[in-house]
């Protein structure tokens, strides 16, 4: 049997390949331009692998396909959409994780290494100087400084009020700014 307009979606569901290759006669001037259209910046393999993947797609869910060849051909052009568009994220997707990797092999300057070892001593002298402090203090400056709580948030986790929270924070930073590595920080 012949494969021609009228008779081509019931020997594609028959899984007969002239109908595979009608469809592909027939809608591959479509699918390539669909293709093109959202794919044609990233390249052309991709519009190939694409266009190749809409017709394997048809042909195994040919079964699943109800309605005329209009219809047929408003299926194919969805297919074709949605497969470039997933193909386009898929590619900028690996892009993005090939660029982020290669931003981690560049050398940091050597300001940016001087800077990060300056913050990382500060912080170590500031945990060393907190653990004077008595317990609570200790926390509250944790949560406020670390964790970033509100000052309502601290008082409401250590069962005092916002005020006390308050004054120990003052009386901390006063305490803490004894140190000479930590005056500039908190007066």
């Keep these: 049997m012949t494969c021609n307009a009228v008779n081509f979606i019931k020997l594609l569901q028959k899984q007969n390949e002239e109908a595979l290759e009608y469809i592909i006669d027939e809608y591959s001037a479509l699918v390539n331009a669909i293709s093109y259209k959202i794919l044609h910046n990233v390249s052309s393999d991709a519009v190939d692998e694409c266009v190749n993947d809409v017709f394997l797609t048809v042909w195994q869910n040919a079964n699943t396909f109800k309605g005329t060849s209009m219809d047929f051909k408003k299926w194919i052009a969805m297919l074709k959409k949605y497969k470039a568009i997933d193909r386009f994220r898929y590619i900028k997707k ?19 290494v001087q800077m990060q070892i300056i913050k990382k001593e500060e912080t170590n002298t500031l945990l060393l100087v907190l653990s ?7 926390d509250i400056f944790m949560m406020k400084y670390f964790l970033y709580l509100t000052s309502a948030e601290i008082a409401a986790s250590l069962k005092i009020s916002v005020s006390a929270v308050e004054n120990r924070l003052y009386r901390g930073k006063k305490k803490l700014a004894q140190n000479e590595h930590l005056k500039e920080r908190f007066l």
Excluded: F, K, V
């Design 94 to 112: 690996i892009q993005n994780r090939e660029q982020s990797e290669e931003e981690l092999h560049i050398q940091p300057h050597i300001d940016d």
């Design 132 to 138: 004077t402090l008595p317990e609570i203090d200790r």
